[in-house]
């Protein structure tokens, strides 16, 4: 059995710096367009208080709206948002920054994440390409504009490469992660060097739950096949980022509290052959077709 030390989507991991961060969150990536603010006033209204969303999903205008509809304060909510590729660099990070600002109409950032590493196989000069927007950020983070800042899919050389140069070290890493694909070694190194993991698609985009292990391991705990999800992340001490449209599905997603999954379900699930993978790694990925 694995306890964790949470029993309730409110309760926080401490981020590197002292920030704190509510251990689930609403993930808003393809939701389709109109229907996000509805989806993120209605996501508040179930219980979150952490909403992930990132420039290039094109709907920052609108998870603003769903914040404002909430009615809540400001200082009660957590936003965090992500730089997109074609804005690498410290003066177009600087200026990408002030954009998503704008957007979600805030005047700062919970967290602000590098969506995706600069790789070797897109410049020779990655390293540098990283370290030039991560300086941005940590300006950014100085002026009060961030509360926290972090990376997305970044791999142990992207980390490595980056701590060589930062002097704000990165607070975050969000990889996709859900049963079947968890990047143990990606997981491991980054929670050894202080980074809370956050999952992407913790569902698997809704491929995985359709599972029959998964429904197996559901039905035995009374639960279902997406809250066994949300709970395996927090389990591994990974942060969950589940989206749901459905306002009840949204509920559902957050009473993951009352069960605990043995070690050999956790085991079932980690090695639950793979579906619901994304395909987007990287080094792999062109750097402009992935979100
Ligand atoms: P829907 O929006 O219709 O609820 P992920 O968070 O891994 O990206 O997965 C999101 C997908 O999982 C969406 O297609 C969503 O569909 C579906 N989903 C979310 N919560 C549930 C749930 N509790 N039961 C079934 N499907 C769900």
Known sequence: MSQIPFSSPRDTFTLVGGVKIPCIGYGTWQTAPGMTADCVAAAIDAGYTHIDTAWVYGNEPEVGEGVRRSGRARESLFI????????????KTKTAIDTSLK???????????????????????????????????????RAGKLRAVGVSNFQEKHLRALFDVCSIRPAVNQIEFHPGYTQPETVRFTQEHGMVA??????????VLKAPVLGEIAAKYGKSPAQVCVRFALEHGVLPLPKST????????LDVFDFELSAEDRARLTNLTPSGFS?????????????
């Not at 965090?80 to 003066?91: A, I, L, S």
């Not at 590098?114 to 897109?122: G, M």
């Not at 459905?246 to 997603?253: K, Q, V």
């Open 80 to 91: 965090t948002t992500k730089h997109w590729v074609t804005e690498r660099g410290y003066e």
């Open 103 to 141: 957007n979600l109409g805030l005047d700062y950032l919970d967290l602000y994440l590098i969506h995706w590493p600069c790789v070797e196989k897109l410049r020779p000069d990655w390293a540098e390409v990283n370290g030039d927007t991560w300086r941005a950020f940590e300006e950014a983070q």
């Open 198 to 207: 956050e999952a992407w698609s913790p569902l698997g985009s809704g491929a």
């Open 246 to 253: 459905d306002p009840a599905r949204m509920a559902a997603n």
């Open 279 to 291: 395909t987007y790694l990287p080094e792999d990925a062109p750097a402009d077709a992935i979100a």
